[in-house]
């Protein structure tokens, strides 16, 4: 027994030492890599060279430098070699890819950029970025097939990019069917369609895409496509105008409601939400009258249209009327007042939206009066589509304080009168 009994130290004290060294290494392993990481977060040339120096199959190191490089210092050809050293390191990092086709692009070199770009959008074929920079390279390229994948990479899953993405393919090619076969079955991206088309001018087109929409059978809210009515009408387009307006009601519940058979008013008792847009009520705000929704007030229905007055001339608040030329219409409206101290009361005033030539005045009201009808006659011009009804003053100079109701408006053709 103690012949043997030496040998235990000895290997314990082996066991030991390997394991002293074992922790050295590991320490000087770690701290080397410490030591690199600390200089590439430097980002200045030399420490990322030291940081190299300590941990050369570091990638990310040589990527860091290669940028450094291509932006600090301009030098693409040093740049394009630490960037291939990253991607011989790591390659399938499609970042490494990237920055090596930018490095590429700087020095002109077409084929090798291509190269890297479709290297990096095959390691990340579902990254919009990595999509959207291969897709405007190979558009510059003429590689319009290639391009419109990659784009379509983009409108997929980026809606950022969006917009941008539709705008560079129609300045490219300005051919909705071409564009349209990338677009994803996302009714927000055709909306998008529209209204870069419709601020190109590109009216036709944008009619087209609207109607591609309206084929999707997609769900979509009618709010976010009041402005291609607001910019028909804008453009004097009323009877696409007219037909696009139907068509949402067509599609909403809740936009249906706010039209009324037999009424070119639309919310004609202000049940409904005021859209600001489209063929509903708009509001501008005035100085010295404030304009609400009274839930306390009203002729028929719910509420009614409440101006108070301080002063002020036109309350601001307006809806545009679709009218036939050379047609005769009556308008009529229940009104209410408390107080209106003013020598000019509010009235309804009819106008063409495009020459602003007054077609009809109902009478004013002044004091205070429980709910009575005000209405007119009036016949529209030979040019005639688009009028305006409003409730202003004339002349809108005079004092004025009070309240003043508005509710259960009408206006409907009429037939001519026969001169006597």
Known sequence: MSSGSPSRPV?????????????????????????????STRLDQIA????IALEPRDARS???LGQYLLLNTQDPVAAVSNF????????????????????????GADHEQRDALARAAALDPTTPAVAWNAANFFLTQ???????????????????LVTPSLDVCWRALHDVNTIETILPENADVYLQFVKLLIARSAWNDAHRVWI??????????????????????????VTHARAVWQQLGSRSANLSRYSSPNNLVTN??????????GFDWRYSPQPGVSVMLDSTQSHRGNQSLLATFADGQDTGIYEYIPVEPSTQYAVSAWVKSEELESANGPQIAITDAYSNATYALTEETVGTTSWHQVQAVFRT???????????????????????????????WPTPKETDE
């Open 381 to 411: 011009g030979p040019a005639a589509k688009l009028a305006v009804i409003r409730v202003m003053r004339d002349p809108g100079n005079t004092r004025i304080h009070g309240l003043f109701w508005i509710d259960d408006i009408s206006i």
């Open 62 to 64: 040589y990527d860091l």
């Open 11 to 39: 290997a314990q004290v082996t066991v030991l030492l390997a394991c002293v060294l074992a922790a050295a290494v590991y320490i000087w392993c770690a701290g080397r890599i410490y030591h690199a990481y600390r200089f």
């Open 268 to 277: 004609a008792i202000f049940a409904e939400a005021i859209l600001n847009a």
């Open 84 to 107: 291939k050293r990253a991607t011989e390191l790591d390659s399938y990092d499609s970042s490494y890819w990237q920055n090596l086709a930018r490095a590429y692009s700087a020095l």
């Open 212 to 237: 591609s929409l309206l084929q999707l059978n997609k769900d979509f809210d009618y709010r976010q496509a009041l402005f291609y009515v607001n910019g028909l009408l804008d453009k004097g387009d």
């Open 48 to 51: 990322l060279k030291r940081a």
């Open 142 to 160: 003429g590689r319009v097939t290639e391009a419109l994948q990659q784009f379509a990479v983009v409108l997929r899953n980026d809606p950022s």
